[in-house]
């Protein structure tokens, strides 16, 4: 692919307006200018740089999907770095550019193996880029364990925190941890101290434990409403803590199951857009073939078949960002939801929105919301430029 070119006759969606009958000039892999049809008719393009009309479509940042446990049939229980580079190569046709591989809880030697998976295929991707690290454990509450498995949680424990920090090699972005587990202050501050994002989930804090953790910097909600205890009118609970306090973010599973359509409106009409962030929490079983997954079963998320658990979700962030336009949420809402908001709680800097000077991480969308283009840092992915 060139390493110019402008996109142009587009309805640019930047994570914070629409500009329609805009154009997007990328040079060797950054976003140069975004500006209006007027002005680039404007403008004289020297014979090298390849123009090209998008007939109206939509141009948006790429997706950004924070929580993730596999896709395509790879994941991140595979425990090597091969998994995690065709998890990669399969989010990126499905509009993702860049990622946070989760890790679910384990024990410690098999979380230092999917650590190092993680770490080693950094540096090394075909498509969308590895941000980092979310750990979803091991310190969550075994009365909200949702599909964790049991022999991988762990009281609060400092030096195995430790531990597992350095095996990350200062990539660990999020954690997952449950605020009323004793000791857990002592271990958001050493969190806090290393800039990693702590959210609380798989967690039965009261609303006090969670006002408590919100004091210790748990300041971001691991898919609100799921795994967590829920809104009582006497205790408010985490979901309660989410709904009242506008300074905490929070995800949302966005296949339409883990989250009853009709609650995540409720909640752009409780909380300020900029706090709410889409996630798949996809399995590696999801866009494959179904007859690989023995354990589980599909009604747009996974169940676990031994008890009927909900085990994630089956969807990509495509699907989930057409989810939210059907669910009557405007366009530029979703793009927040999907991709300005993600960059911005996980403090990522250089994506997330089209501006000059950011990475040019595009996608490009048709009237349909089909996908016409995917560009990861200026390279084409998908399409004909």
């Not at 009709?262 to 889409?278: E, G, T």
């Not at 078949?305 to 962030?317: E, P």
Request: proline share 4%.
């Amino acid at each position: 692919m060139q390493s110019e070119f402008c996109l142009h006759n587009a309805n640019v969606l930047t994570g914070f307006s629409v500009m329609p009958r805009c154009a997007v000039h990328v040079k060797h892999g950054k976003i140069i200018d975004v500006y209006n049809e007027e002005r680039f008719k404007q403008k004289k393009f020297s014979k090298n740089i390849k123009v090209v009309d998008v007939n109206g479509a939509y141009i948006m940042p790429g997706f950004i999907d924070t929580h993730i446990h596999g896709m395509g049939g790879y994941g991140t229980d595979d425990g090597n770095s091969e998994a995690i580079l065709k998890m990669s190569e399969v989010l990126a046709e499905y509009g993702v550019t860049s990622f946070i591989p989760t890790c679910n809880a384990a024990k410690e030697e098999k979380l230092l193996q999917n650590i190092d998976a993680i770490v080693s295929a950094m540096g090394k991707e075909k498509g969308a880029r590895i941000l980092g690290i979310h750990l979803e454990g091991p310190f969550l509450s075994p009365e909200r364990m949702g599909a964790q498995m049991a022999d991988g949680l762990s009281k609060v424990d400092l030096p195995y925190m430790k531990r597992l920090y350095k095996a990350t090699k200062g990539h660990l972005i999020n954690m997952t941890v449950a605020p009323e587990l004793k000791g857990m202050r002592e271990l958001a501050l050493y969190c806090n101290d290393k800039g990693i994002v702590l959210q609380a989930g798989h967690t039965n804090a009261t609303y006090d434990q969670m006002m408590e953790g919100m004091q210790a910097n748990i300041m971001h909600v691991t898919h609100l409403f799921n795994a967590m205890r829920p809104l009582h009118h006497r205790e408010p609970g985490v979901v309660g803590a989410a709904l009242i306090h506008s300074e905490l973010s929070c995800e949302i599973i966005g296949d339409g199951v883990h989250v009853n359509p009709n609650l995540v409106n409720l909640l752009l009409k409780c909380k300020p857009l900029s706090q709410i962030v889409m996630i798949t929490d996809a399995l590696y079983p999801a866009k494959t073939d179904l007859s690989m997954t023995p354990d589980l079963y599909l009604d747009k998320c996974f169940y676990r078949k031994s008890d009927n658990v909900m085990n994630g979700s089956a969807i990509s962030m495509l699907d989930g960002f057409r989810n939210l336009v059907s669910w009557g949420i405007p366009i530029e809402k979703a793009v927040r939801m999907t991709s300005t908001n993600p960059a911005q709680i996980m403090k990522q800097k250089n994506i997330g929105l089209l501006v000059p000077g950011n990475d040019a991480d595009i996608i490009v969308l048709d009237k349909d919301l089909e996908l016409i283009y995917i560009i990861i840092k200026g390279e084409l992915k998908k399409g004909n430029i």
